[in-house]
Every structure is written in C-alpha cells, then in structure tokens.
C-alpha cells in the first residue's frame, strides 16, 4: 500500500472526534471510513479492507481491548489505539492485546499523522517478508546487512546484547515496544519479569549514542510501558 490515499478506518462514538479524525486525515491525503460501534468496527474492517485503524477504548457495545483481540484472530492490519485512558496499565494491555500503538487523547495532528506513517510503513513491510537492510533516523544509522551502527557517520561498537536489543528497535522504529516484548525478543521467555536489565543496557546504549544520554532524542521512554526508536527520517 502506499501512504497517499491509504484507508483509515476511524472506530469512535464520540461525533466531534470524528469530525477533527476525519478533518485531519483527509487533508492530508488520507482516504476515510468510520464506526461508532464495535459491531461496525468489525464488519467494516471485513467489508472495506482498511490500511490502518483507530480505535478508541470506550465504545458503547463492546471495550476496544476485546474488538482489538477478535482482530487479531484473522487479520494483522495496524491497529492504533486512541483513548482517554492514559495509566500505564491500560497501555501495557492494549498493546499486549495486539495494538501496535497507543495515542492518549488529547493529541495533536501532527503525532497522529507520524504515527499512522510508522503504522503504515510497519504493514508495507511485513508484507514484503524482509526488514529495511537500512534504519536512518536523526544522527543514527543501523545497517543489518554489514551489522554496522553508525552515529552521525561514524562506527560506534556495541556488544552483542546491545546490538539485539538495538537491531529489535530498529526493526519496529517508531513503534513502542513493551517491556515484555524486549526482554522476551532479547534474553528469552525465561526473562519476560527482569526488568532491570533493560534498564541497564537501555543506558549503555544511550551513552554509546545519545549526544546528552540524560536528554535522549533516539530512544524514548514510554514511562511504565516500554521503548521506542525514533521513526525513520
């Protein structure tokens, strides 16, 4: 699929927000399907075949976390969580239920339409079967073919662990990926509850490439929930 005229399929009872989700997608090129309901939800992503949903939590027939799973029992198309629950735990939920994002209303316009283009780009490359032999963004560059990282052009060594936890991000950048996931990819099932070493290899790897590791601009925190990488440039 290509980013112009994409489909968004827009699930949210709430008329106003609908109107500002399909203001701004439209302007910016997006084409525009909307349910209030989870029944709709459903059978529109069934009947319209959408490149990317938005989901909102609160709907009146059905809690978004259960439209989310009966999704993800046939179809892997980007699901980007929009709600007004903004605790950790109901992210943490929502993306190990098979989100691939969570916004937490109010938003603006702009981090919605960056984070549609990560979801997008996510789908395109699934469906070719291969990652990006590339990552760019900001003063980084992760090269998977020579298993090369660079910072604003020159080679910084890391250690194996380092590099997987690193590679892993690269692949999903733009994404926030939970706790559960990096240890689970990284250091195995056995390690899904050791959170600490995350903590630590995160801060070897902001120190390796991060200008001020105390101020990090490549890999974010999301407080409670886990790690992002910076979309691609």
Known sequence: MSE???????VEDEP????????????N????VEAPTAREALAHTAGHNPDVILLDLGLPDADGLDVTRRLREWTQVPVIVISARGREDDKVAALDAGADDYLTKPFGVGELLARVRVALRHARLAAAGTPEP?????????????RLVLVDGAEVHLTPTEYKLLAYLARHAGK???????????????STD?????RVYMTQLRHKLERDPARPVLLL??????????PPD
């Not at 112009?4 to 827009?10: E, H, T």
């Not at 090129?29 to 525009?32: A, D």
Request: aromatic share 10%.
């Open 4 to 10: 112009n005229g994409a489909l968004v399929l827009v």
């Open 16 to 27: 106003q927000m609908r109107r500002f989700l399909q203001t701004s997608l439209e302007a």
């Open 29 to 32: 090129g997006y084409r525009y």
């Open 134 to 146: 590339v990552v760019r963004t900001g003063s980084l560059t992760v090269d998977f073919e020579r």
């Open 176 to 190: 926030v990926i939970t706790h559960r996931q990096l240890l689970r990819e990284v250091w195995g099932l056995h």
């Open 194 to 198: 050791q959170t600490h070493y995350l």
């Open 221 to 230: 925190t999301e407080p409670g929930v886990g790690y992002r990488l910076k």
